[in-house]
């Protein structure tokens, strides 16, 4: 009875237009003036107004989004959340994320549907053996347990994937980390504007940002289609558009912007119960919880902002999905999207203050965007309401390009998962 009445009034609600529904969080109008203004109402914006509010009990803070909430990157990924880096710095970003990943859903009291069912890195040469093997090392050592795996243990998992001595990509060994998997990318983006929404931020969508008030050498607020509204300091996370974005203040930032797609197949029973990606091809591969593959793989590298792919990179990833997984090349594709996503030269995201004074800035996560979220937008309410940063933000600061002092993850984040 209760399973038909839930039907019935879904059914409803579809036809009257969700008029009998409470919205999740309010359709504010910009004030005046705020403490803190955030330009960019994806993951990484959303939870950095919730942060500022729980955390650091800011409530005078206003989310500038010019699309709907989660229209960008946010809602454009392949959901997988993972922390396996090489460096010491990378791995505290992306753990402290999958830390607060873990706890997510219950902090937010919104199911972000986290699955952490275990991503499997492979490699199918002797070299890609040894990075494996390094990588596995410098995991445990920085404090992220990781098992290696030799091709009997990859076999036993994925029963599916090649076993022919003459395929191009047979595994011969691979990184396992356990607690890495998926979220449901709506569902994070959501939670946080519900959750930041309960405690006071206002939520601003349809409204772009022009401009920057500037006074006195110094960021004082923005100018919208909305009109102007002033602040006390400014963050950005705006993702592949922090270029363009930063260029309204005269702002050369270090970031290119590429094209990342993704494709779907049609639903199949469970049969890839794991996060399975390749070193040599950039491919990746998980089972969505409808039954449908998701998969992608490498940078479309011509300069684009256009939130779609092309045949050519469709074709690499494809290749690369069926020679791994041949019973995957009877699956019909059912779509294929893109994401805009900002790379800067050493792959690691920038954290810090802008050149201009009172804009803070979040930014160059590549491709990993959605998996850092939590941590990005922890990191970017502390510089914004303590003025200073982290110690885990620190070694991001854009300076780290004047003292040479670079990251480079061109490894673990140059793959695009």
């Known amino acids: 009875m209760t399973s038909r009445y839930s039907a019935l009034a879904l059914l409803k609600e579809g036809l009257v237009g969700h008029k009998g529904w409470q919205p999740a969080w309010r359709k504010a109008r910009p004030k005046p003036a705020y403490e803190f203004i955030i330009v960019g109402g994806g993951g990484h914006g959303l939870a950095t107004a919730y942060y500022l509010a729980k955390t650091h009990r800011k409530t005078r803070v206003c989310v500038v989004e010019k699309g709907w909430i989660g229209g960008g990157n946010t809602g454009r990924n392949t959901t997988i959340v993972r922390s396996n880096y090489f460096y010491p710095e990378s791995t505290a970003v992306y753990d402290l994320a999958l830390r607060l990943y873990e706890g997510l859903s219950r902090d937010l009291n919104y199911n972000v549907m986290l699955s952490q069912r275990g991503i499997l890195l492979m490699s199918h040469t002797q070299a890609q053996l040894e990075i494996a093997a390094r990588l596995c090392n410098q995991m445990n050592i920085n404090g992220v347990e990781a098992e290696f795996w030799g091709?009997?243990?990859?076999?036993?998992?994925?029963?599916?994937?090649?076993?022919?001595?003459?395929?191009?990509?047979?595994?011969n060994g691979g990184v396992w980390q356990a607690r890495g998997g998926v979220a449901r990318h709506d569902a994070v983006a959501w939670s946080y504007a519900r959750a930041a929404d309960r405690l006071g931020v206002d939520i601003v969508e349809n409204c772009e940002v022009t401009g920057f008030l500037m006074q006195n050498g110094a960021c004082v607020g923005v100018e919208t289609s909305l009109g102007e509204v002033r602040s006390d300091a400014v963050g950005v996370a705006v993702a592949g558009h922090s270029s363009q974005l930063m260029a309204k203040v005269g702002v050369q930032l270090p970031i290119h912007s590429y094209a990342l797609q993704a494709m779907v197949t049609e639903p199949v029973k469970p049969c890839l119960d794991i996060v399975a990606s390749v070193i040599g091809t950039g491919v990746y591969a998980s089972q969505s919880d409808k039954g449908e593959i998701v998969f992608g793989g490498g940078l479309d590298r011509v300069p684009s902002y256009g939130q779609r792919g092309n045949p050519p990179m469709l074709e690499a990833v494809v290749s690369g999905l069926v020679e791994l997984f041949p019973a995957f090349g009877q699956l019909k594709m059912l779509r294929q999207w893109g994401g805009i996503v900002d790379v800067v030269p050493d792959s690691s995201p920038i954290i810090g203050p802008s050149p201009t004074r009172g804009v803070f800035l979040n930014c160059g996560w590549g491709t990993g965007g959605f998996k850092a979220i939590p941590a990005g937008g922890t990191l970017l309410a502390h510089l914004l309401a303590t003025g200073g940063h982290h110690e885990i933000s620190r070694p991001f600061d854009l300076d780290r390009f004047r003292t040479g002092r670079l990251i480079d993850e061109a490894a673990g984040a140059g793959i695009a998962h």
């Open 151 to 171: 091709p009997e243990q990859i076999r036993a998992k994925l029963p599916l994937v090649t076993q022919s001595l003459s395929a191009r990509y047979l595994p």
